[in-house]
C-alpha cells in the first residue's frame, strides 16, 4: 500500500464515522449528510483509480 491509498483510506474512514455520527442525531442535517456522502465518493473513486491505473488521483 502506498503511502497516497494509505492516506485517502484514512481520510475515508474518518468522512465515514462522520457520517455515522450525522445519521446518528435526533434530527440529522440533510446538506450536511449529502456533503460528507459526496466527499465520501470523491475518496473512493480516488482510491479506485489508484488501484485501476497505479497513478496518482
Do not use: C, N, W, Y
Not at 3 to 13: N, P, S
Not at 21 to 44: A, C, N, Q, T
Amino acid at each position: 500500500m502506498t503511502a497516497r491509498t494509505f492516506r485517502l483510506t484514512q481520510i475515508h474512514q474518518r468522512i465515514d464515522e462522520r457520517l455515522r455520527m450525522e445519521l446518528r442525531k435526533m434530527l440529522p442535517d440533510p446538506g450536511e449528510i449529502s456533503r460528507l456522502k459526496h466527499m465520501k465518493l470523491r475518496v473512493k473513486e480516488a482510491l479506485h483509480r489508484l488501484a485501476k491505473h497505479g497513478k496518482p488521483a
